[in-house]
């Protein structure tokens, strides 16, 4: 795993922008997968703009997104098709039938996720993931416990998760308990990975990711079997470490 320390949030987000335009201009043929949460906002912004300035084509991009939550219609506010829609897919010139993200409406919940895990290797499967980092180390909603074998799957949501992510809705109520994510190991069949940790809340698994065992409980940390791992994480995130980077 490689390890890059930015400054703050800001420094991060251009990191990581800038390590993803590289493929985005670099590859006649790409596939992203993308993530949702705090973090990756500035990311997004940050292409956004980048795409007004500069008139970066995204025509050539498959995107698939790790996760999105059981019974909230894509049209939800708080849906994680919503969330894409606003900060990025609005804004970029990305085909619509490329833009994949789990049906959290479907009837067969089941069927959805074979469908979806279909599709990523129909697809030619991911070359690069963004992925941040729940605080119990989950990432997508692969919560601890989480089989490193697992491909798509529905998940019951950990108490914590839900109101980590209520501050996104109105109450802790109105977050869905079930969600539909890639599994661990459809995350690591991606050529590359690229996580993202921000701020003090993420400095104690980080620490846990980086000096601790791999190990199931922590589902991040499976990332230290994958050959090719980049993570991005600012000061505060890092405070909890004595490394140098
Ligand atoms: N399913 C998402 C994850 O993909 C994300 O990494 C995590 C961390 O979110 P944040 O970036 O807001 O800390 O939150 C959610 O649970």
């Known amino acids: 795993m490689q ?40 990311v997004y912004r940050i292409l956004v703009e980048e795409a007004r300035q500069n008139g970066t ?38 085909p619509p039938q490329n833009v994949h993200i789990p049906d959290g409406m479907a009837e067969n919940l089941e069927e959805e996720c074979r469908r979806y895990e279909q ?11 963004l992925l941040g980092i729940g605080i119990n180390g989950h990432i997508g909603f692969n919560e601890p416990g989480t089989s490193f074998h697992s491909f798509t799957h529905v998940v019951k949501l950990e108490e914590s998760t839900r109101i980590a992510n209520s501050r996104f809705f109105s109450s802790l109520e109105e977050v869905p308990a079930f969600a539909v994510t890639m599994g661990i190991a459809s995350i690591m069949k991606s050529k590359e990975i690229l996580l993202l940790a921000v701020g003090k809340r993420k400095a104690e698994v980080l620490q846990r990711l980086i000096y601790g065992e791999v190990t199931e409980e922590l589902p991040a940390s499976v990332l230290k079997m994958h050959q090719h791992v980049t993570i991005i994480a600012d000061e505060e995130a890092l405070s909890s470490l004595s490394v140098r980077c």
């Open 3 to 42: 390890l890059i320390k930015a400054k703050d949030y800001h420094d991060l987000c251009h990191k990581a922008a800038e390590l993803i335009l590289r493929k985005v201009k670099g590859q006649k043929k790409l596939t992203l997968g993308l993530a949702t949460g705090g973090t990756p906002q500035g």
């Open 57 to 94: 084509t995204y025509q050539h991009v498959t995107t698939f997104n790790l996760d999105e939550y059981v019974g909230l219609p894509p049209d939800h506010p708080q849906s994680y098709h919503t969330y894409m829609n606003k900060k990025l897919f609005d804004f970029i010139d990305i």
């Open 119 to 129: 599709m990523i290797d129909q697809s030619g499967g991911i070359d690069l993931q």
